[in-house]
């Protein structure tokens, strides 16, 4: 575990949930402050603190995306907010300096859930975990998905996705999850991992976990985002696709999806002050129709086509798609999506 929380914040009303049993076993030591709700509590909150919450809001909501740019149709899971793996471009850097929150009530989301995809027989929904949480980070910890891969498994219209950079699978590695659940990566060159991503695994470490999932039967997907132009990246990021078609095989990768960096305007006074060594905010950046920073559209599909060919040496065949990007540059770099 990268990270140790000074005080543990347990709500009244998760008490005495399995996720909050699990955390205090593990955790003996560490201070408990018990509270009838987190928002309630008058003394000192942090970031170096944990809170173990029950979701009282809408734990199933469309992608929110960005504004003029395609959405990928996908809903995500909310089961927490905050990540300890120091990536300097994660959005939640520029507002978050509240309790790492995990939400503890999971039967609440399995009921959402079974309600919520149960009411569209018809349609098959993609669904993620990883919005505001890496899905696998503190998984050994919490075991939130031991419950939901079984449970979302028996729902024969949803794919369930747990989007990662973690290498903590083995939690995963028993679980009846009847093929209908995906265990995807965010991959990059060790380079902008040593500098961008500090505290997370290696990307060897990152595919022998992905190696590890397929051999228990799941598919796994990988997300080059955000991809980071720098000098010698085109050989930099086929050596990563490389590295994955040498080990993953074809048939078992359910999509990989190409996002190019791009993050909101108050994150780059961020960035520059927690991270010193980075560089994204030198790189030639423009407002994109969302606001944010991006490359220049002609970077971009550079960047996409690039990738697109290199993955299409290795496979005819595995969907690639853009992550909030419009269908004409997407159509330029010669990417069809799902």
Same mark, same amino acid.
């Given at each position: ?12 009303? /998760?008490?005495?949930?399995? $996720?909050?049993?699990?955390? !205090? ?6 201070? $408990? ?7 309630? &509590? ?8 944990? +809170? ?26 909310? *089961? ?27 039967? !609440?989301?399995?009921?959402? +859930? ?36 079984? +449970? ?27 093929? !209908? ?32 999932? /397929? ?29 994955? &078609? ?7 990768? +359910?999509?990989?999806? *190409? ?10 006074? /961020? ?32 960047? &996409? ?25 997407? !159509? ?5 999506? *799902?």
């Amino acid at each position: 575990m990268l990270w140790k929380p000074r005080q543990i914040l347990i709500e009244a009303a /998760v008490s005495t949930s399995p $996720v909050t049993a699990r955390i !205090r076993d593990h955790w003996p030591d560490i201070p $408990v402050r018990h509270v009838e709700r987190i928002r309630d &509590f008058s003394g000192d909150l942090g970031r170096s603190d944990l +809170a173990l919450a029950a979701q009282r809001g809408q734990s199933i909501k469309k992608c929110p995306g960005t504004t003029a740019y395609t959405c990928c149709d996908y809903y995500v899971l909310n *089961l927490g907010i905050g990540c300890r793996l120091g990536c300097s471009y994660c959005f939640l850097n520029h507002y978050m300096n509240t309790p790492f929150t995990i939400y503890a009530n999971t039967e !609440r989301v399995i009921d959402d +859930a079974r309600h919520y995809f149960g009411a569209h027989p018809a349609r098959h929904f993609r669904v993620g975990s990883g919005e505001f949480i890496d899905s696998l980070d503190f998984e050994a910890l919490a075991g939130v998905h031991e419950q939901l891969v079984p +449970a979302l498994s028996e729902l024969p219209n949803v794919t369930f996705e747990l989007k990662t950079k973690s290498d903590r699978v083995d939690s995963l590695l028993g679980l009846d999850h009847h093929g !209908r659940t995906v265990i995807s990566w965010s991959v990059n060159p060790e380079v902008i991992r040593e500098r961008e991503e500090v505290l997370t695994p290696s990307l060897a470490a990152r595919l022998a976990a992905a190696s590890r999932v /397929v051999a228990a039967g799941y598919r796994v997907g990988f997300h080059f985002d955000p991809i980071i132009h720098f000098p010698g990246w085109e050989s930099a990021y086929k050596e990563v696709v490389s590295a994955i &078609f040498d080990l993953i095989p074809a048939g078992s990768i +359910a999509w990989i999806s *190409l996002g190019a960096l791009r993050f909101h305007p108050d994150l780059k006074p /961020v960035i520059e002050t927690r991270f010193p060594n980075s560089r994204l905010t030198t790189g030639e950046l423009i407002r994109g129709l969302d606001g944010k920073f991006r490359y220049f559209i002609t970077i971009r599909q550079q960047l &996409f086509a690039q990738l697109n060919h290199f993955i299409r040496q290795r496979s005819p065949d595995v969907p690639i798609y853009l992550c909030m990007e419009g269908r004409d540059l997407a !159509r330029k770099a010669g990417v069809s999506g *799902l």
